[in-house]
């Protein structure tokens, strides 16, 4: 990079004392570099470009014949691309296009939409203005995914933001996929699981919990049947919000006392393929029950994209093997952190994994508690 900023010259000296010049070179602080004396009599080296004047001064003394070999630098080297000028032209109005259009935004990535129709919301997205090739510099995206979410009930929450050339966008619907809520019916809301509050937001009704508080499973969280503040009359409503609690998952397994793996019973057998194109076209086929193959030699067929690989299959068969005490504990704790994972609703939020090990009638167990929070509530009618 410096040599291509820096315009430089390569030059040949000839003479009967060519280091004389080199020296008289160095005594007027020109810089010299790849000096080297490809036979007696002669140097090649190479100094910069505005230097190089200064030649014809010092030579008197010298009488060395002087010869360019090559210029090198930015202007040398641009200067066949100027006689192409439709070429350059053509390059500096791609690179303009392209610095243009990455300022715009040309794309709608809209995901996650339920309940609500994507082709809906990609056309209320586009009558505030977002379509593609909008510049959205100056663009209030907050106060038009306000308005867009205010519009529909559908919608909880709306989220707009640029991601390069594509503008995300990502919803909340204000209810479940598939839920429908009438709230003519007067109902209360009940705990799912058994759990310790975390955070609790009530829509309808009257809180009954509050966070820290530990519920079990069919406890009242918010309660469908009110009682006025000065307990002059008592109602019914629909009871609805969102309680969230942390909830543990626990799964106990036993450890492994063996395991299979696959060992190498030390027979071998010749291993061919045909390869076009990254594509295997014809493999020799393995002449053992199970076995691997390993690749020695590729021989390319060049200019066709054709290869021959050669190697080896060797034979594998299923052995079983005694485990230690560490890798049991560790095949017992891997087995039940997967087990208690998989009792873990998908729209849980996992906030701990504890893990450990312990003996029950000696037997070694692996013991893994998944601790998640999710919304625990569950509509009950008023009887």
């Known amino acids: 990079m410096w040599r291509f ?22 005594g007027e602080g020109v810089p010299l570099w790849d000096v080297y004396r490809p036979q007696p009599g002669t140097l090649v080296c190479t100094l910069p470009a505005r230097d190089f004047p200064r030649l014809h001064r010092l030579n008197r003394r010298c009488r060395c014949r002087i010869r360019i070999r090559k210029k090198g630098g930015g202007r040398y080297e641009l200067m066949p691309l100027w006689r192409r000028r439709v070429l350059v032209f053509g390059m500096l109005f791609t690179l303009l296009v392209l610095w243009w259009a990455s300022r715009r935004v040309w794309f709608l990535d809209v995901r996650d939409c339920q309940p609500m129709d994507a082709e809906v919301l990609r056309m209320a997205l586009y009558e505030q203005g977002l379509r593609p090739g909008r510049k959205l510099s ?13 519009q529909y009930e559908e919608i909880a929450f709306l989220e707009l933001h640029v991601d390069g050339i594509f503008l995300r966008v990502r919803t909340k619907g204000a ?82 006392k063996t395991t299979v793996e696959w060992a190498e019973t030390g027979k071998v057998a010749p291993y061919a393929a045909l390869v076009w194109k990254g594509k295997t076209l014809w493999v020799r086929r393995c002449p053992f029950a199970d076995g691997e193959w390993t690749v020695e030699t590729t021989l390319s067929l060049s200019p066709w994209p054709l290869s021959v690989c050669r190697g080896s299959w060797r034979e594998k068969v299923k052995q079983e093997r005694p485990l230690s005490e560490a890798e049991r504990k560790e095949a017992a704790l891997f087995e039940a952190e997967r087990m208690a994972l998989l009792q873990v609703p998908r729209q849980a939020k996992i906030i701990m994994i504890d893990r450990h090990t312990e003996r029950k009638q000696g037997e070694l167990y692996g013991v893994c508690t998944v601790t998640a929070e999710e919304n625990i509530g569950r509509t009950k009618e008023i009887e």
């Open 138 to 150: 100056n663009l209030p995206l907050s106060a038009i995914g306000d308005y867009v979410a205010a």
């Open 175 to 256: 209810l479940a996929q598939g839920e429908k809520m009438d709230l003519s019916v007067p109902c209360d809301l009940v705990s799912a699981k058994a759990g310790v509050v975390t955070g609790l937001t009530a829509y309808g009704g009257r809180a009954q919990v509050k966070v820290g508080d530990r519920v079990q499973k069919g406890q009242l969280l918010i309660a469908g049947r009110v009682t006025a503040r000065d307990g002059s009359m008592t109602y019914q409503t629909h009871a609805y919000g969102e309680v969230l609690a942390a909830v543990l998952y626990t799964s106990a397994v036993p450890a492994p």
């Open 5 to 26: 900023s820096k315009e430089y010259v390569i030059i040949q000296i000839e003479g009967v004392y060519p280091e004389r010049l080199t020296s008289l070179l160095q």
